[in-house]
């Protein structure tokens, strides 16, 4: 399955990567100063020149970027071409606050989808494949981004956008998708669905799945191969550098690789901006080495992982990222202790659990206060509340070993906890009604 949609970017020696990064970042530089007053203003105000990044290794003398530096740019501010050069826009899910806008020359469109089409192939899609896409279609840039990548592999598209899953299931089994894109917790939804209709998972002609666009664990990913009977690949991406596509898993499933040749990544320290060497935690910041219409360069993400460049068996030779465990701002101080909802999902699902869970946090006579509530599955279900609540005891405490601090376990019927058909809501952190900053 050693295939490629563009063979000679994808297994280019790292030596050429890097010239060719650098090559791109000095042009990419100018570009930006010339076009982008708003970026032209934080170069002079950090005292630096195009003429100053003469080597890749100079990239940190540039000022970073921040997704409030494009809130307040918003929408026009950050545009290096003219409007009537561009033929899209997209937007962020606004899962953190305002809405992002990205804007698209066919350019941008075109690398975008050759991105997503690079990572439809590493799963081992082609023509001969039928590509069923439920992330939402629209200003989110799941859809679209691979709708675009399946064209351009030539697979046959179900452009279903996300919800009603009854339609997808039906889709699913008379046209015989054989790739699913979607987010994970609706790859899970859908995976439920299908055996509460009496499918087993031999009987859909599903190969891959190619699940992202929110933080998933490994546990999770085990879940949902064992209820569609499928390989679950991790896809990761943002609206700001163009959307899913910029980092993609093969068949090792050890991490995803980064698209190098048009986006340059770097692993920073969170609190003091200094950059890390490969194989340190920290946050991943991107330059766009192509972009045109809106260009980013030294982009904060705010996700959380670690690059590797280690030698992989699908012959790509980009740089991999980590499953990102999270933003830094899904991270919860809890009791001052450090807490990412993935954690706890690992414990859940490690316990025997369906990863359909809610948690929620509060403040109480000053102390933090930290309830997670638990579908119970056919196979934990009981109705006896002695039995009820030895299970929850035991999952707490399960719970206090991963983090060092005790929840509160609540075991709820199934179907309890809203269903997600595009990103999951995991967390409620009702501490911040009491305007605690968090
Ligand atoms: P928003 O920031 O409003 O959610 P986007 O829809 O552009 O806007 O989502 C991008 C964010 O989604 C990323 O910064 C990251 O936090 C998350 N994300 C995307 N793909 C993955 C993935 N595979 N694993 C974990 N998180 C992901
Ligand atoms: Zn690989």
């Not at 490629?4 to 990419?28: F, G």
């Not at 010339?34 to 020149?49: A, E, I, P, Q, T």
């Not at 190619?210 to 998933?216: L, Q, S």
């Not at 946050?283 to 280690?310: M, S």
Request: proline content about 4%; hydrophobic content about 35%.
């Amino acid at each position: 399955m050693n295939n490629y949609y563009q063979p000679q970017a994808e297994t280019m020696p790292v030596e050429d990567i890097k010239k060719l990064q650098q090559e791109k970042l000095l042009k990419q530089v100018k570009y930006v100063y010339d076009n982008v007053k708003y970026y032209r203003d934080l170069m002079d105000k950090k005292g630096v020149k195009p003429e100053d990044i003469k080597t890749l290794d100079d990239i940190s003398k540039l000022p970073f970027l921040s997704k409030d530096d494009l809130r307040e740019a918003y929408p026009y501010g950050m545009l290096a071409t003219d409007l009537e050069n561009c033929v899209r826009i997209q937007s962020t899910s606004g899962t953190t606050g305002k809405r992002v806008v990205a804007f698209y020359t066919q350019n941008d469109i075109d690398m975008w989808e050759e991105c997503c089409a690079r990572a439809i192939v590493a799963v081992g899609g082609d023509k001969s494949d039928v590509c069923q896409v439920c992330y939402g279609y629209g200003l989110f840039t799941g859809g679209p981004g691979l709708n675009g990548g399946s064209h351009k592999v030539g697979c046959l598209t179900l452009p279903m956008s996300s919800g009603n899953t009854d339609r997808q299931i039906q889709f699913m089994m008379d046209l015989n998708a054989t790739i699913l894109c979607c987010t994970p917790s609706y790859a899970a939804y859908i995976g439920e669905t299908l055996k509460e209709k009496g499918y087993k998972p031999e009987d859909n002609k599903l190969k891959a799945g190619i699940f992202g666009a929110e933080p998933w664990t490994e546990e999770m990913r085990r879940d949902i191969e064992k209820s569609l009977g499928i390989k679950a690949y991790d896809i990761y991406g943002l609206t700001e550098t163009s959307g899913p596509g910029v980092a993609f898993e093969c068949q090792e499933q050890t991490g995803m690789h980064i698209n190098e040749d048009h986006f340059y990544a770097e692993i920073i320290d969170p609190d003091t901006g200094e950059v890390l060497p490969l194989g340190s935690k920290g946050e991943l910041v991107f330059t766009a080495l192509d972009k045109e219409a809106f260009p980013l360069i030294r982009y904060r993400t705010r996700d959380i992982c670690i690059l590797t460049r280690e030698k992989c068996s699908c012959g790509r030779t980009f740089v991999k990222m980590t499953k990102p465990m999270g933003r830094s701002d899904d991270m919860m101080i809890i009791r001052g202790v450090n807490v990412f909802p993935s954690q706890i999902e690992a414990v859940l699902l490690n316990e025997g659990y369906a990863p359909n869970y809610q948690i929620e946090v509060d403040r109480v006579n000053n102390s933090d206060t930290l309830d997670v509530y638990v579908e119970m599955t056919e196979e934990s279900f009981s109705d006896t509340v002695k039995e009820i609540t030895k299970k929850e005891k035991k999952l707490a405490a399960a719970i206090k070993t991963m983090l060092g601090i005790s929840p509160a376990v609540h075991l709820v019927p199934a179907k309890s906890i809203a269903r997600s058909e595009g990103k999951a809501v995991r967390v409620i952190d009702k501490r911040k009604r009491l305007g605690i900053n968090i």
